[in-house]
């Protein structure tokens, strides 16, 4: 009998950047994950025409593959069943898309990396985004999440947010 995966949703406003390596980096290791598999996706309230290609560029710097994608708009994924929805808005300026088709939700604020243009700046800004990314992805993976209620994953995801480096 195979248990279904368990699923996550990754939203922010463009759909370009924060979301888009998070999905990535959910994506390649909940596939990976011994203790059952994850699913990803990725959403925005204002989707970007594309990805940014610093997100790719910096993915693609940790073996991630993720040329090809495009943003989606957060209708486009509404109907579908999630157990987690997390937001990646930074707090301060944007509106972050709300999901209620999710068992739980998590806000995990960071500084929107496409903010940045000049290219060396622009890196810098995403990979900090990405080590950010990087490190709650890995606490959260680790945790039981299938036998989780949604208030006990809420509450773990935000206690991975607070203990995580700022970005």
Not at 60 to 70: L, M, V
Not at 112 to 128: K, L, Q, S
Not at 132 to 145: E, G, I, M, N, Y
Request: charged share 15%; proline share 8%; with cysteine.
């Amino acid at each position: 009998m195979s248990v279904a995966p368990f699923r996550i949703l990754v939203l922010c406003t463009g759909n370009s950047a924060r979301s888009q390596i998070g999905e990535a980096l959910f994506a390649v290791r909940g596939a990976q994950r011994a203790a059952g598999l994850v699913e990803a996706e990725s959403a925005g309230s204002r989707p970007a025409a594309r990805v940014n290609p610093f997100a790719e560029e910096v993915l693609a710097h940790h073996g991630i593959t993720w040329s090809g994608r495009t943003p989606k708009h957060v209708d486009d994924v509404m109907a579908q069943p999630f157990d987690l929805a997390i937001t990646v808005c930074d707090n301060a300026r944007d509106a972050c898309p709300i999901f209620p088709n999710a068992r739980a939700h998590v806000h995990w604020g960071l500084p929107d990396p496409a903010d940045h243009t000049e290219p060396e700046a622009a890196r810098g800004a995403f990979a900090i985004a990405y080590a950010s990314l990087s490190a709650r992805v890995t606490a959260l993976l680790a945790l039981p999440l299938e036998s989780m209620s949604p208030a006990e994953l809420s509450a773990a995801a935000a206690q991975i947010h607070a203990g995580s480096p700022a970005a």
